[in-house]
């Protein structure tokens, strides 16, 4: 069994075939092969179960929800833990990959494999960053209360909390982010409501935060467990996305 799992949420065909095409082209700067990349489909069509004829991995929502950002990125998180992988690979839909020139991001985590808990894409953040597993059994999952966005922000405050800053290792890949604006239409929500639940976990805003511990005096790893129509209702998002989540 591979020591990586990527895990890849899908939105929008147009995107997520371009995304799809980079990895499989023969000279692909990626390097995974496809049996080591979960699709986890957000779409409301369920368009990406095609992309298990390439040998993809799949998942969607039972119910047909679109899952976020937090709760797609932990469809990956459990399974790296419950197939005691070593690294999971957070890869957006929005990355394009070239031809390799001085490496793959396979050989760029290699080199390094089992030294780094985080290895992230120059220039890239979260659009193609990789956990250790031990980031996951240390500081858990990422907070589903946060459905999209901000998330990252609270996971790397945890992380500090148990003594990990920043600083993280970054290496070179030729790839781009096109960051596509037109996800925001189906995918975004007001900051507000994020904000407020920072600041209800936290004691405060980012810099001014009162507690260490979610709340107060919870562990680390804690957050208290929410439904997509609960989050769809307290981030207003039924008029704008019309029960699809």
Not at 14 to 26: F, M, Q, V
Not at 60 to 89: H, I, K, M
Request: aromatic share 16%; glycine share 8%; proline share 5%.
């Amino acid at each position: 069994m591979s020591g990586l799992l990527v895990v890849l949420p899908v939105l929008v065909a147009e995107t997520a075939d371009a995304c799809i095409k980079s990895i499989l082209r023969p000279d692909s700067s990626f390097g995974i092969p496809p049996e080591d990349i979960l699709v986890v489909d957000n779409s409301r069509d369920g368009f990406a179960a095609k992309y298990t004829a390439e040998g993809f991995r799949y998942y969607r929502d039972p119910n047909g929800f679109q899952l976020g950002t937090s709760r797609a990125w932990n469809v990956g998180a459990r399974s790296v833990l419950a197939e005691s992988r070593d690294y999971l690979v957070i890869l957006s839909a929005s990355m394009l990959f070239g031809p390799v020139l001085n490496a793959t991001w396979l050989w760029q985590m290699e080199r390094v494999w089992g030294q780094e808990r985080v290895i992230e894409s120059e220039g890239h953040s979260h659009h193609l960053i990789a956990f250790h597993r031990c980031v996951l059994e240390t500081v858990g999952l990422w907070d589903e209360n946060f459905w999209c966005y901000v998330e990252a922000e609270d996971y790397s405050y945890r992380m500090r909390q148990v003594g990990w800053e920043g600083g993280w290792y970054r290496a070179w890949v030729n790839a781009l982010s096109t960051r596509v604006a037109g996800h925001l239409q189906y995918f975004s929500v007001p900051y507000e409501p994020l904000a407020e639940w920072r600041r209800h976990k936290w004691g405060g805003d980012k810099g001014s935060e009162r507690w260490t511990k979610p709340f107060g005096n919870k562990p680390i790893d804690y957050w208290p467990e929410v439904t997509i129509p609960e989050l769809a209702e307290r981030y207003n998002m039924g008029p704008r996305f019309g029960r699809w989540w």
